[in-house]
């Protein structure tokens, strides 16, 4: 194999670690921000519920932000075709996002009621949103999207912002959402006692099932969905453009790679077991045993979508010859190859020091601590 | 085809929302390093007051930094959803500083940021300190590769254009981050920040000396800033000149703006100390020079020169020339990839490539361009000359005005006189607006002064933008305009109210106390939740 098409593929599995670091980081402090008003009754319990992950949710946004940014640096074509296309659900998606860490920062700042009402409103709209829509994006990859590319590759998007939120879109949504509730219940469970802990446990166990129910519905829909498969290609690790590819349709194609390599079950299967698992070891108390398994259970739903894809990226339905692939629009091998190198020394790294700061914070937040303590958040 | 409107309405959108993120980045930048140095102190002499000294400096600089990582936001997202051609065209290069910058950077930022808030009882000092220099370095070392990844746009190096692949692709990474403009822009830029968390510190302390509040606090911390601005200072204007003298070769067009300079002229040329340009005419009106000034500064000798619009223009039509068969080639390569007699005719006008794209704005199919296209699009390399001409004047007056006042306030801090000095104590509050906007000026310099392109020489800006219908381009400016003025007013009122609370003081206004005094260790706080509250 060409070495370019082994960059190709570790970007492409990278891809993958880093989208399923950003659920479970992000999605988890987006799951406490999204129950907030239910676990947290009066204004004391919601300040316990949001220092749990107070000193932690600014570093694992950097996974979203490397998330995109790493899009970015290795497969430019689908961060300018996705980013641009998605234009209103992108900015929904940034604006609710940038409300987040205002709603952290600035939320306890005042007594006043009213501020506070807004800011947790202000998390709950920033944590649903996000993961609603991060859903719904890999919803819309499994039934294309439309858009085409001129001769230099201006991209254009021809469908509307509402198509994105079609049934199976919103179906994913779902799934990711109540995945990211599960986290964010079991997090708070981690972190806090008493009425909290219990409200939270009612949601450790409402969400799997959810999600459960969903990814198993998800898969039969995706069963008798039209696939994409590539019919002629300048083939991997080849420099190429999406303009010179055949494309077909037929039903069921993106069972075939699961037909192909039968190991790659193990993935839903993965999926599955993390949620099942997770939602007994949520019944049984041991709620940091349920946080590994629903960080499982993300990982194999992501690693799931991704094989089901593979080598599609971002399928185009408007011009399914145009659609794109690993092979043809991950960045230059030189640039593949660098950007391998940083992440291999960085990634390391960060999650040598990350796991330090959770282990200085570990431990409960005590209620008449976050009282004593008018800066907390 | 792209529609004109929608690339202006990118450009206002781009230009709204980096100026405001650009509001609260310099002071993150510098803030971090000034609560370095103070807890630095703090650790080595045990007084706490430094540490007080620092929880309250800290307490402001999270109002600030919440702000700054917010809207930072919006600058990942834009280059996809706004400038999605430049974005594909130029990503195999950009993107990759922008995820070392995530990885190398934001992620020790921001976990050592949550460290700091809450860790003050959780982590030796020792371990605390360290994490605060983490925060600021973290910073910084974003700082560093957001600005190479922007000198990539000013002084395009180590890319080279790909025609199988339709895009420019990176030819050598040391060519990239090794730039000179990355390197004195990095420098000139982080330092910059230093002199805004300089002056803030300095401004707000002032206050408290002028209304004899928190008088320990306030002459301690104007001393440490002030001290820390006026090196600062001096290192941003000495770097200032290095960009102008590395930018005066890699940038003609953006030098002629900056200086007014419409027609070539031999050495030594004067430098315009104010005129009026006036683009449409190419002159300056009412000008005021100084006989040999402007060969000095640029080249750095009295027999240098550098061209004028003039010539920069004929220069321009030469390669918009050369660049047309460049396209064309590409147009028949992106068909046939393989087409021989295409890609030799490509390899020969490569060079010109970007100005072959500058003049399909007027003409889409370039091979009819006529001589008048070719000519307006001439005159369109050249940027807008005013406002590029007095943002640069007003960004080097407003930094010499600020090495003055930290020459004088160090002058009379280190002769402990500066509470008698009331004048300049108002002097300095009122200066604090004046590094944010020379930062802000400093912005337009570089970016307007970089128009047509978004890449200097090699993709102009009108085919960066992405293909949206102008409705899009309204729904996201009124969305971001509305937001970010909920989000500054929220901000500065919650910054005002901290200022004028001043620093947590449990045991009552301890103005009086001796520094050294000895303190209970309230032993209560051992929790988790303590924050900045104890003491």
């Given at each position: 194999m060409e070495i370019y098409a082994v960059f190709q593929i570790i970007w492409w599995l990278l891809l993958g670690v880093l989208l399923s670091a950003l659920a479970v980081m992000v999605g988890m402090d987006m799951g406490v921000g999204t129950i907030l008003r239910y676990v947290g009754r009066t204004d004391l319990e919601r300040r316990v519920a949001l220092n749990i992950i107070g000193p932690h949710w600014e570093g694992n946004q950097v996974w979203f932000v490397l998330g995109g940014g790493a899009v970015f640096a290795a497969f430019p074509l689908i961060y300018a075709t996705a980013f641009s296309g998605f234009y209103v659900v992108m900015l929904l998606l940034l604006w609710s996002m940038i409300m987040r860490p205002l709603g952290f920062?600035?939320?306890?700042?005042?007594?006043?009621v009213a501020w506070r009402n807004t800011w947790d409103w202000s998390l709950f709209i920033s944590g649903l949103v996000p993961m609603v829509v991060f859903g719904a994006a890999f919803g819309n990859l499994f039934e294309g999207v439309p858009f085409h590319f001129s001769w230099n590759l201006t991209s254009t998007y021809t469908g509307s912002f509402l198509a994105l939120f079609n049934p199976f879109a919103i179906l994913c949504g779902l799934l990711s959402a109540s995945l990211s509730v599960f986290m964010g219940s079991v997090t708070v469970m981690n972190g806090a006692e008493g009425a909290i802990y219990d409200r939270a446990r009612i949601l450790a166990r409402t969400a799997p099932v959810l999600a459960i129910v969903l990814f198993a519905v998800g898969g039969f829909w995706v069963h008798g969905m039209q696939g994409y498969a590539l019919t002629s290609s300048p083939g991997a690790g080849v420099a190429q453009t999406p303009l010179q590819q055949g494309v077909a349709l037929t039903d069921g194609a993106w069972f075939t790679n699961f037909h192909t390599h039968?190991?790659?079950?193990l993935l839903p299967g993965l999926g599955f077991a993390g949620m099942l698992l997770g939602l007994l070891a949520a019944v049984a108390r041991r709620s940091h045993l349920a946080w590994w398994l629903g960080a499982l259970a993300w990982v194999g739903v992501i690693g799931t979508a991704g094989v089901a894809l593979f080598p599609f990226l971002l399928p185009s339905s408007s011009v399914p010859a145009q659609s794109l692939t690993v092979w043809n629009s991950s960045s230059s091998r030189l640039t593949l190859t660098w950007m391998v190198g940083f992440a291999a020394v960085f990634v390391p790294l960060i999650l040598w020091y990350t796991s330090w700061a959770f282990y200085v914070m570990r431990g409960k937040v005590k209620a008449e601590h976050v009282a004593a303590d008018e800066h907390a958040y | 085809m792209h529609d004109m409107t929608v690339v202006d309405l990118s450009r206002w959108q781009f230009a709204v929302t980096v100026l405001y993120h650009f509001l609260f980045v310099p002071l993150t930048l510098g803030l971090s390093f000034l609560l370095a140095a103070m807890e630095t102190v703090y650790v080595v002499n045990g007084k706490e007051i430094y540490k007080r000294i620092t929880q309250f400096w800290g307490k402001l600089f999270l109002i600030n930094f919440a702000l700054g990582v917010a809207t930072g936001l919006t600058m990942e997202f834009q280059f996809g959803t706004n400038w999605s051609f430049y974005s594909s065209f130029v990503g195999d290069i950009f993107g990759a500083p922008l995820a070392i910058e995530g990885l190398m950077a934001f992620f020790l930022e921001a976990t050592f940021v949550g460290m700091m808030v809450f860790g003050w009882d959780r982590l030796k000092r020792g371990q605390h300190l360290a994490v605060t220099f983490m925060v600021a370095l973290g910073s910084n070392l974003s700082a560093l590769w957001i600005l190479i990844a922007n000198s990539f746009m000013q002084s395009p190096q180590g890319a080279t254009f790909n025609p199988t692949t339709m895009r420019m692709e990176l030819s050598s990474f040391a060519q990239l981050i090794f730039s000179h403009d990355a390197q004195a822009k990095f420098v000139h830029t982080s330092i910059a920040g230093y002199v805004t968390g300089a002056i803030f510190v300095a401004g707000i302390s002032a206050w408290y000396l002028l209304k004899g509040r928190h008088v320990e606090l306030a002459r301690r911390s104007f001393r440490m800033a002030v001290l820390f601005g006026v090196l600062a200072t001096a290192g941003v204007i000495t770097l200032g000149d290095a960009l102008g003298f590395v930018g005066g070769q890699e940038q003609p067009t953006k030098l002629a703006a900056m200086e007014g300079l419409w027609k070539s002229e031999p050495a030594p040329m004067p430098f315009n100390l104010i005129a009026f340009p006036d683009q449409k005419e190419q002159v300056n009106h009412d000008q005021l020079q100084v006989p040999g000034a402007l060969s000095l500064l640029v080249t750095h000798s009295l027999d240098g020169t550098v061209p004028g619009v003039d010539q920069l223009e004929q220069q321009a039509a030469q390669r918009i020339r050369n660049g047309i068969p460049a396209v064309e080639a590409l147009q028949t390569l992106s068909s046939q990839p393989g087409d021989a007699a295409a890609l030799a005719r490509f390899r020969a006008h490569e060079k010109d490539l970007g100005y072959g794209f500058l003049v399909q704005r007027y003409a889409p199919d370039v091979s009819k361009a006529t001589g008048a296209q070719i000519s307006k699009a001439a005159r369109d390399s050249i940027p807008e000359v005013a406002p590029v001409f007095w943002s640069f004047r007003l960004m080097v007056a407003m930094g010499l005005s600020m090495l003055a006042f930290f020459v004088l306030a160090v002058i009379y801090s280190l002769r402990n006189d500066i509470e008698r000095q009331r004048w300049f104590l108002k002097l300095a509050v009122w200066m604090m607006p004046v590094p944010f906007l020379a930062c802000e000026v400093g912005w337009l310099v570089a970016e307007l002064g970089r128009q047509p392109w978004t890449v200097y020489g090699v993709l102009p800006t009108w085919m960066?933008?992405?293909?949206?219908?102008v409705g899009y381009m309204i729904f996201s400016l009124v969305g971001f305009v509305g937001l970010y003025t909920v989000f500054i007013i929220a901000e500065m009122y919650l910054m005002l109210r901290a200022i004028r609370k001043g620093p947590d003081q449990p045991h009552g206004d301890d103005d009086d106390l001796r520094d050294d005094a000895p303190r209970f260790n309230?032993?209560?706080?051992?929790?988790?939740?303590?924050g900045y509250a104890e003491v």
């Open positions: 920062e600035y939320r306890s700042k005042l007594p006043s039968s190991l790659l079950w | 960066s933008a992405s293909t949206h219908d309230d032993s209560s706080k051992s929790g988790r939740m303590a």
